[in-house]
Antibody
Framework: EVQLVESGGGLVQPGRSLRLSCAVS????????MHWVRQPPGKGLEWVSG????????VYADSVKGRFTISRDNAKNSLYLQMNSLRAEDTAFYYC????????????????WGQGTMVTVSS | DIVLTQSPDSLAVSLGERATINCKSD????????????LAWYQKKPGQPPRLLIY???ARESGVPDRFSGSGSETDFTLTISSLQAEDVAVYYC??????????FGQGTELEIK
């Protein structure tokens, strides 16, 4: 069974940093691109960042560009999101998600999602 | 960036009746090389992660009941639930994954029982 498990969320002050992790099991991790998607409380889904299979293609939403860094460690079957200079508007549930098709590239629907981890940015 | 606009924002349908949700893109998401529409539909319930229902605009994900179907091409897409069940109450989102990111979502459509 394929599983994605996020961790690292919590309460953090504005301007501080947080690192999210996503542990992946049940598949050949480096066959697939991965994404981070977030949902602020009471709002819709927002795509945040994506990384292809070998980290050769990395893209960010304009809202997080320059502050967030996505990375992956294929040897550890893990995806990460380093979040710096956090703002109140970054408060959200953060999900990691796997791209459906195993071509390793970014473009594709997300078929498996983690349960999410909550990030709250507040003083 | 591609903007997706869903309609309606909310919808109330009687059990057993048809529910139809629309998603309009401000740019075509159709690839003329592989003849695919780069659009997906997700179901989101409170406390749960999004669930993929439809990809490539009309391909049903494994395990999704066949009352869910997707249609449309280029800029206009539809998610149809042929016979609404109580467990279908949720918020539904379309997402495009055409070309280079951002892979934007629609604003969501809240589906309720009438």
């Amino acid at each position: 069974e394929v599983q994605l498990v996020e961790s690292g969320g919590g309460l953090v002050q504005p301007g501080r940093s947080l690192r999210l992790s996503c542990a992946v099991s049940g598949l050949t991790f480096d066959d697939f691109a991965m994404h981070w998607v977030r949902q602020p409380p009471g709002k819709g889904l927002e795509w945040v960042s994506g990384i292809n299979w070998n980290s050769g293609t990395i893209v960010y939403a304009d809202s997080v560009k320059g502050r967030f860094t996505i990375s992956r460690d294929n040897a550890k079957n893990s995806l990460y999101l380093q979040m710096n200079s956090l703002r109140a508007e970054d408060t959200a549930f953060y999900y990691c998600a796997k791209v459906l098709e195993g071509f390793g590239e970014l473009s594709g629907a997300a078929d498996i999602w983690g349960q999410g981890t909550m990030v709250t940015v507040s003083s | 960036d591609i903007v997706l606009t869903q309609s309606p924002d909310s919808l109330a349908v009687s059990l057993g009746e048809r529910a139809t949700i629309n998603c309009k893109s401000d740019q075509s998401v159709f690839d003329n090389f592989n003849y695919k529409n780069y659009l997906a539909w997700y179901q989101k319930k409170p406390g749960q992660p999004p669930r993929l229902l439809i990809y490539w605009a009309s391909a049903r994900e494994s395990g999704v009941p066949d009352r869910f179907s997707g249609s449309g091409s280029e800029t206009d897409f539809t998610l149809t639930i042929s016979s609404l069940q109580a467990e279908d109450v949720a918020v539904y989102y379309c997402q495009q994954y055409f070309g280079r990111p951002p892979y934007t979502f629609g604003q969501g459509t809240e589906l309720e029982i009438k």
